[in-house]
């Protein structure tokens, strides 16, 4: 296979390193790569062959998972222009952030109706779209890797939140 390991995963699918990404060509692209390192095609080649397709079949994979989702993407850009997200010891938030959180946690916590649940999903659905598309913006038409790496972190605290609501209307179905 003339695949290249140490490839960024941009380049192991042939794009340009951009947080806009066409969903359909990755997909497309993911499904031809993954027929050409496809393990299964090499069952009759030397051990060394196979494996450096089971190899490549993990590696195509973990770019797909990267690449495939937004927030793991913008990510992944950080780190590749030097602006690593370290989500675990750098929690700074703007304020105005920070309250925003704090209010949507009381409202979690003193929600007790289906509607007021499905209010706050809507509300944080809004919140996220509008932060996918500053990420777009920072990323691909700026490209300030620092504040992408801000804007990264605060989409991570929305995620968390979003999956909390869900768990409580979940709880609230049954």
């Avoid at 494996?51 to 495939?68: G, H, T």
């Avoid at 690593?84 to 105005?96: D, V």
């Avoid at 649940?117 to 809004?126: F, G, W």
Wanted: hydrophobic share 45%; with cysteine.
């Amino acid at each position: 296979m003339s695949l290249n390991l140490q490839s960024n995963d941009f380049e192991i699918f042939g794009l340009s390193p951009r947080f806009a990404v066409d969903r359909a060509a990755l997909d497309a692209r993911w499904k031809d790569l993954q027929r050409e390192a496809h393990p299964d095609r090499f069952a009759t080649a030397d051990a060394q062959a196979q494996r450096q397709a089971m190899q490549w079949s993990v590696r195509i994979n973990e770019a797909y998972q990267r690449l495939k989702d937004p927030l793991k993407r913008a990510a992944y850009l950080c780190e590749l222009h030097g602006a690593p997200i370290q989500a675990e010891n750098n929690t700074a938030m703007p304020a105005a952030f920070l309250m925003q959180q704090m209010q949507w946690r009381e409202d979690l916590d003193e929600a007790r109706a289906l509607e007021d649940l499905e209010r706050m999903a809507d509300e944080v659905s809004a919140a996220r779209r509008t932060m996918l598309q500053d990420l777009q913006t920072t990323a691909d038409d700026l490209r300030d890797w620092p504040a992408l790496a801000k804007q990264v972190r605060a989409l991570m605290f929305v995620e968390r939140f979003a999956s909390d609501v869900e768990n409580r209307i979940e709880l609230l179905g049954q």
